[in-house]
């Protein structure tokens, strides 16, 4: 289907972030702040920034905090107001006219493929964006606009790849590539979380997917998987080896090389977290100076 408008981006939300409890016990992981904005307002600029302005979350028990960020704050805007606080007032609004945001509940943690399968009644037959929360990647390196011309161009579904040494290449799904052409390769098969010894190249696929709506036929015949769960890596397999590019099939991978912040585990977040604050006009200068002073410290 290429030539075809992506407009929707599908967002899964519904983890109950246990890597980070107990601040996930009464919060949503995607709510916790990088520097001073929640990760998910970030991954939903993203979307926005590569035009793409209807978000569906998907969503759990205990998410309404999500909902709560993308409504209008209204005692709260009205108090900044008054107390001519516009500074203040146009951070708050920010996130309520970022896009038009839809909501859908993942009933049973069932996998991330579970999870986008949620989106078919919204999406319906036209190509989709996904961006996981785990990952965000620097505005200013634009990965997901880039994965949208290449799906544009080529039709099928693309994933987001990041070359890791080999002995990290577990912790991901994991492409096998049999062309390359600059950042793009073509993907001739997908295994999830490999031994190294055992990977077909070092090319791991990162938060980023921009499927074809194929997929959700895929998905529905696709049984569980690793740990139990539905895995999106799985119904991407059989995209690149079983579906012809005429339905919907066949699957590349655009190379990222650009600025990107794990916010998957509490190192991770906290590197992130640290990274960002350094690079932010307003605290960068002094937070630099004072986080040199602590390090001499040790």
Aim: proline share 6%.
């Amino acid at each position: 289907m290429s030539g075809t408008t992506v407009r929707k981006a599908v967002i899964p939300a519904a983890g109950l972030g246990t890597r980070f409890l107990p601040a996930t016990k009464a919060t949503p992981k995607e709510m916790l702040p990088v520097v001073d904005t929640p990760a998910i307002q970030l991954v939903v600029e993203e979307a926005v920034a590569a035009g793409l302005d209807d978000v569906l979350l998907i969503t759990g028990r205990n998410k309404r905090a999500l909902e709560d960020h993308f409504d209008r704050a209204w005692e709260l805007e009205a108090m900044l107001e008054a107390g001519g606080r516009q500074d203040r007032l146009d951070l708050v609004r920010k996130s309520t006219e970022l896009a038009t945001v839809h909501y859908v509940r993942q009933g049973e943690p069932k996998g991330l493929g579970h999870a986008i399968l949620c989106a078919a009644q919204h999406v319906g037959h036209e190509p989709f964006a996904v961006l996981l929360g785990d990952d965000l990647t620097d505005p200013r390196d634009p990965l997901l606009s880039r994965m949208i011309d290449v799906q544009r161009e080529h039709g099928g579904s693309v994933v987001a790849l990041l070359e890791v040494p080999r002995d990290q290449i577990s912790l991901y799904g994991c492409a096998a590539v049999d062309e390359v052409t600059g950042d793009v390769v073509r993907i001739s098969g997908l295994v999830e979380k490999p031994d190294p010894e055992e990977a077909p190249s070092t090319y791991a696929v990162i938060g980023r997917y921009v499927l074809a709506p194929e997929v959700f036929d895929v998905l529905r015949r696709t049984p569980p998987g690793r740990g139990g769960e539905i895995q999106i890596t799985d119904a991407l397999q059989t995209l690149a080896t079983e579906v012809p590019a005429s339905e919907g099939g066949g699957v590349r991978g655009v190379v990222f090389r650009g600025r990107r912040y794990d916010t998957g585990d509490r190192l991770s977040y906290l590197q992130a977290v640290v990274r960002l604050a350094c690079e932010r006009d307003d605290l960068g200068p002094d937070f630099r100076a004072w986080l040199t002073k602590f390090v001499a410290t040790f």
